[in-house]
């Protein structure tokens, strides 16, 4: 199958007040499979004509505020109204088709992609009539829970530390989030959960 694994980076919690600050997304083919770094690639910074944020995010993004604010040509930048014509685009020239609405409907993969980041994607113009998620998303965390001992789903860090990555920090930049989510996720595609699980005694 075919799937996006996409990643925010945002002012705040909030979808109705606060705003996108950097999506990447990245397509990984689970039938060819490619190196991370050969991976097709889609990053957008977005430039909003004043920030709403709260101090912790803007905080934690002060490079991408950095970015927004430089002069200097970017071909990286967007306005919101541009993010999803511009990701539509990039599914399209790899293969992607649109339904019968017109609509590039697709799989998308990350960590709170169900509870956060979709709920900023449904903000923009355009989601649902250019670009929509399947109903059923990818949560690495789900993979990495410990059935016996987790009381919550595990975080990003804890997932990382359970695959044995050497660094099991978060980057924080969607791009990096991004790929790290692809690479969670393909230990098991060679063995689905469901081939674990053995069928009752009769």
């Known amino acids: 199958m075919r799937y996006i694994s996409l990643d925010l980076e945002t002012s705040g919690g909030r979808p109705q007040r606060h705003q996108i600050l950097e999506l990447a997304a990245v397509i990984e083919d689970t039938k060819h499979l490619l190196p ?9 910074v977005v430039r909003h004509p004043e920030y709403v944020g709260t101090a912790g995010a803007l905080a934690l993004n002060a490079r991408l505020l950095q970015e927004l604010a430089d002069k200097a040509p970017n071909p990286e930048l967007c306005t919101p109204d541009q993010l999803l014509p511009q990701l539509r685009e990039f599914l399209l020239q790899h293969g992607f088709k649109p339904d019968k ?3 590039v409907s697709v799989t998308m993969a990350g960590k709170n992609i169900a509870s956060f980041d979709l ?7 355009g989601y649902g ?10 949560d690495p965390a789900a993979f990495y829970l410990n059935w016996r001992k ?4 595990p975080t990003m860090t804890i997932c990382k ?15 990096a989030d991004a790929l790290d989510v ?10 689905p959960i469901y081939k674990q699980v053995q069928p009752e005694q009769q």
């Open 161 to 175: 530390a359970r695959a044995g990555f050497e660094d099991d920090t978060v980057a924080h930049e969607a791009l």
């Open 36 to 44: 991370l770094p050969e991976l097709p690639a889609f990053r957008r």
């Open 182 to 191: 692809v690479q969670l996720l393909r230990p098991f595609y060679e063995l």
């Open 119 to 125: 709920g900023f994607l449904r903000e923009l113009p």
């Open 150 to 153: 987790d009381s919550r789903l």
């Open 129 to 138: 009539t250019l670009v929509r998620a399947e109903p059923a998303m990818l």
């Open 101 to 103: 609405q017109d609509c």
